[in-house]
């Protein structure tokens, strides 16, 4: 499904994140910068060590709600922006630490003229941060975004299972609708 944010596209589709042609990838990383399962685990086998060690050599870890950029090693983007989503906990402010990693993803998109990426749903996996709420934080963020960022022409999700992919679509639906 793809929608038109006013000059920008928002595509979701259902696939691997680390096979996607698009100039950045966002990667649901941990704080630690350190790599782990999930998404984080198939970006650093698809794309290589050079991923890590370039972490290693720039970066402290990351605070949760940010986000810091390398390049894309052997994947075929060119970077790939590590944002840290919250671990759920019930809290009031795991939407606002949600919100915050994809919107500073799509900052750094800005700062590098980087005008194309693919995001993750962030925090629902390991971290377990329920779904439905999840994809609405995504979609509103990225969206907002785009209304006052044209030099970023596409935000693409890439959800990994149908089941993901389908709340997705059903927010996005219900979203454009409202508007
Ligand atoms: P978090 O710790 O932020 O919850 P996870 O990696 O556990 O991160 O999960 C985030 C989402 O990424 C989940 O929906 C998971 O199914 C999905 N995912 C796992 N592997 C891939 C992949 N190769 N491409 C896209 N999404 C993936």
Redo the contacts with the bound molecule.
Sequence with gaps: MKVTVHQSTLEIVQ????QQEIEAIGN?A?SALAG?????G??HRAGGPGIMAELKAKYKGCPTGSAVITGGGNLKAKYVIHAV?P?YSGSAKDAELLSSAYRKSLELCSQHKISSIAF??????????PLKEASGIALKTVMEYLKDHPEIKLVRF????SN?YRVYEETLKEITKAQ
């Design positions: 696939g691997d994140i680390t649901a941990n782990g399962g999930g998404v984080d198939a970006i989503g671990r993750p749903s962030i925090s629902t996996g390991i971290y377990s941060y890439v959800l990994f299972d993901t």
